[in-house]
């Protein structure tokens, strides 16, 4: 909750840093923001400290998600954006995958008490306290932001300017589109999406613990994993099928596919509860771009800040998880679980309310050209 409440609070200033400091210093001081909050908790790793510093972390990401975009569109070329785009949707999965295998590697080497650990272990190892083995991964992340740093302090940015399509305006045109309906409505869309993404992929080690007593650090971690992993697959898949199908008609399929699994998951045995949490990241996949391309395609105007205020929404993030967590307190987690059907429901509605002025551009498959 405390990283992605980060997002509701600072998407929208974040695009006015950028127009103030431009792309390379907003970029580089996003990431001094989250090596600050890693470096924070790592001298002083209390629950406390922990909180505060996911928030500062999730700031950062904020800030980046808005700078990223502009500049990919002129560092690759606008007739390449959408490739890279959606190559920037496939490498986020891919860590998405590989960041749960990089945690199983840290904790069970670190739990292990064999002498002949690699030179990482051992460093490692001297550095946390012994009953903390997952704070490793806080060490991995300062390692990663760092060199980051570095990489941008030797890199030379091209001059952005950014389009009327790409600029958040001052604080009266957001509030003038918060009086929009259609903006309400895509802004609980996006809510409900990331909230749905979160709320599962968050709960999937617990839940295989606590129903099928399978290890959270190795089978838990793997199917957290696979969930990103398949993300990533259909992501790649979704790209084919938005040139054939409407968007709208895939959005209303993957929902209704993505309950079903939701259920199978929660009430189906163990071998199978694994295999359907992640093809739920399999089916969603599709889901964030079909929402943020149906939500601009449906105004005329200020969509640089429209997307600010989607980006806000990302705040389900953190709001969904937490609601589930409250419920689980009072309720099985299995049926705190089921809150998710109504995040899928207002999901599976925007796929019949939506009227974009433009819909996405589609393969007419057995028609001749004239």
């Not at 001081?29 to 972390?57: C, H, K, N, W, Y």
Request: hydrophobic content about 55%; aromatic content about 14%; charged content about 10%.
């Amino acid at each position: 909750m405390a990283l992605f409440l980060a997002y509701g609070v600072m998407s929208i200033p974040g695009g006015m840093l950028v127009e103030a400091y431009r792309e390379k210093k907003t970029m580089t001081g996003s990431f001094l923001l989250v090596l600050a909050g890693v470096i924070m908790f790592l001298l002083i790793p209390r629950f406390s400290v922990f909180l505060g510093t996911l928030f500062i972390i999730g700031a950062g990401f904020a800030i980046l998600q808005v700078v990223i975009n502009p500049l990919l569109r002129v560092s690759g070329g606008e007739e390449n954006f959408a490739f890279f785009s959606a190559m920037a949707q496939l490498v986020f999965g891919g860590a998405s995958y590989i960041g749960p295998h990089i945690y199983k590697y840290f904790v069970l080497n670190l739990n292990s008490s064999s002498g002949d650990s690699d030179f990482i272990i051992r460093g490692l190892s001297r550095l946390i306290p012994s009953d903390m083995s997952w704070t490793s991964m806080y060490w991995f992340f300062a390692l990663i932001t760092l060199l980051m740093i570095l990489l941008l302090f030797v890199s030379r940015f091209p001059k952005v300017e950014r389009t009327g399509e790409e600029k958040i305006g001052a604080w009266s045109v957001i509030l003038q589109l918060f009086k929009k309906r259609v903006v309400i409505m895509f802004f609980i869309g996006m809510f409900c999406y990331v909230g749905t993404e979160q709320g599962v992929s968050y709960w999937i080690s617990t839940f295989l613990e606590r129903y099928h007593g399978l290890d959270p650090n190795t089978v838990g971690a793997n199917a957290v994993a696979w969930f990103w992993g398949m993300m990533m697959i259909g992501c790649a898949v979704g790209l084919i099928l938005l040139k054939l199908i409407d968007s709208r008609k895939i959005l209303l399929v993957s929902v209704s596919l993505s309950v079903i699994c939701l259920m199978v998951a929660l009430f189906g045995p163990g071998n199978i509860s694994r295999i359907a949490f992640p093809a739920i990241g399999f089916l969603i996949s599709v889901l964030y771009p079909i929402i943020v391309s149906l939500a601009l395609n449906s105004l005329e105007e200020h969509h640089g800040s429209f997307a600010g205020i989607l980006c806000t929404g990302i705040v389900g993030g953190a709001i969904v998880p937490w609601i589930i967590g409250g419920l689980s307190e009072l309720f099985e987690l299995r049926f705190a679980m089921l809150f998710l059907l109504l995040t899928f429901g207002y999901i599976f509605s925007v796929g019949i309310w939506a009227r974009p002025i433009i819909l996405n551009k589609t393969i007419r498959l057995g028609k001749k050209k004239k």
